[in-house]
């Protein structure tokens, strides 16, 4: 019944900036550790950004500076600021959900492209 909504996706220039948003639905009583990861056409899977339930935030070095993720609890909501885009952010993100004792919850992905 729980499902990540990922919206904020698009198109934009080297140097723009997007906010993406994850939007957590359904019956939720905590947010657990929330995640956003990327993936590029042939390349793995990786971590961006996590936040734990502590607030704790962590980001991968290939975003340090400039992307941020961050939580609304009463909107049930991550999200994640990137600013100073590049190409090589082009990427399907995925916003993702983890609590004790649940299977994980994956969103749907949402397309960025950064032009040259």
């Known amino acids: 019944q729980v499902q990540l909504v990922e919206s904020g996706g698009g198109l934009v220039q080297s140097g723009g900036s997007l906010r993406l948003s994850c939007v957590v639905s359904?019956?939720?009583?905590?947010?657990?550790?929330m995640a956003w990861y990327r993936q590029a056409p042939g390349k793995q899977r990786e971590l961006v950004a996590v936040?734990?339930?502590?607030?704790?935030?962590d980001h991968a070095e290939s975003v340090k500076g400039r992307f941020t993720i961050s939580r609304d609890n009463a909107k049930n909501t991550v999200y994640l600021e990137m600013n100073s885009l590049k190409p090589e952010d082009t990427a399907v993100y995925y916003c993702?959900?983890?609590?004790?004792?649940?299977?994980?919850?994956w969103g749907q992905g949402t397309q960025v492209i950064v032009s040259s």
């Open positions: 936040i734990t339930d502590g607030g704790s935030t």
């Open positions: 359904g019956y939720i009583f905590s947010m657990g550790t």
């Open positions: 993702y959900r983890n609590r004790p004792r649940e299977s994980p919850t």
